[in-house]
């Protein structure tokens, strides 16, 4: 797949240092990967959902969202978010 774009992911990990490992070993799985499918995702991210026309990933420990719309026909992976665990929780 081809992650589009690596840099909401770096801005990400700058934010949150915690994040920088998470995130990295997710781009490295999803780089790899050759999904055709939701269930193909969930092979890799048992935890990922599909919501409207995005696939909302867990990362760390589920306690990051990354949201992300995924074009199984193209191969590309638009990274939309990564959102932060609400307020006072983590």
Known sequence: MH??????????????????GPVDTWFRMAKRAQWKSIEEVRRDFPA??????????????NHFRLVAEVNYRTGRIFIRHVLPPPHGVR
């Open 3 to 20: 992650v589009i774009t690596r840099r909401k992911l770096l801005e990400a990990s700058e934010k949150h240092p915690e994040l920088a």
């Open 48 to 61: 990922a959902d599909g919501v409207g026309k995005f696939t909302v990933f867990n990362v760390k420990g």
